[in-house]
Each structure stands twice: as structure tokens, then as C-alpha cells.
């Protein structure tokens, strides 16, 4: 199970779009509708799986092997840079789904029009 998960691509991968799917819809019921909300949605989302997608290294580094102390004894700027960036290049893979999920967001709202 261990090689699954951090040595194939294919398994984080589909978890980071799973989380990419679901991020926008758990942030949307706490939004009105309308556009700018809209927009904030997509803002709200992007910096969520940021974040997520750090932590989400974090633990691969961990399951990998690696000690969390370790990893904590460079200091929190160096891994708020590292995980952080990883996090940031990994929307490579979870942008595309979280924008489309965003974009399907007004076909549920009641009280706007698109």
C-alpha cells in the first residue's frame, strides 16, 4: 500500500482532483450567489488547496518514510517555502478540475440567473 501511494503519480494524483472537485462545492453553500461571489469562491478555493495540496506533500514525505521531526527541524520558513511551492506547482494537476467545478457552481443557484 505504501508504494501506491508515494511512488506512483497516479494515486495522489486522483486525489488531489477529488480534492479539487469537492473544495468549491464545500466552500459554495457558505457564499451567496451572484458573480462575485463567484469569484470569491474560486479565490477561496485556489488558496485551500494550496494549502491542502502542502499539506498533502507533508504527509507523502512522512508515508514515505522521511520523520516528521526531521522535516520540522528546518525551521517553519523553509518548509512554509517548500511545501508551499509544491503545493503551488501541483495546480498543475487540481486547477483545471477546480475551475470547472467552480464554473458548474451557478447551475444549482435559485434566486440568481447566470
Known amino acids: 500500500m ?9 494515486l495522489p494524483a486522483v486525489l488531489l482532483a477529488l480534492l479539487a472537485y469537492v473544495v468549491p ?3 459554495a453553500p ?3 450567489e451572484g458573480l462575485p461571489a463567484l469569484m470569491a469562491n474560486a479565490v477561496l478555493s485556489a488558496l485551500s ?5 502542502g499539506v498533502f506533500f507533508f ?3 512522512v508515508w514515505q518514510g ?3 521531526r526531521e522535516l520540522l527541524a528546518h525551521g517553519w520558513g523553509r518548509n512554509l517555502a517548500t511545501f508551499g511551492r509544491l503545493g503551488v506547482i501541483s495546480g ?14 451557478p447551475r444549482k443557484w435559485v434566486h440568481k440567473t447566470w
Do not use: E, N, Q
Not at 488547496?49 to 495540496?53: A, G, K, P, T
Not at 486547477?95 to 458548474?104: H, R
Open 2 to 10: 505504501g508504494s501506491i501511494m508515494s511512488d506512483g503519480l497516479v
Open 25 to 27: 462545492r464545500l466552500i
Open 30 to 32: 457558505l457564499l451567496p
Open 49 to 53: 488547496m494550496c494549502i491542502l495540496s
Open 59 to 61: 504527509g507523502l514525505y
Open 66 to 68: 522521511v520523520p516528521a
Open 92 to 105: 498543475i494537476i487540481w486547477a483545471p478540475i477546480m475551475v470547472l467545478s467552480v464554473a458548474g457552481l
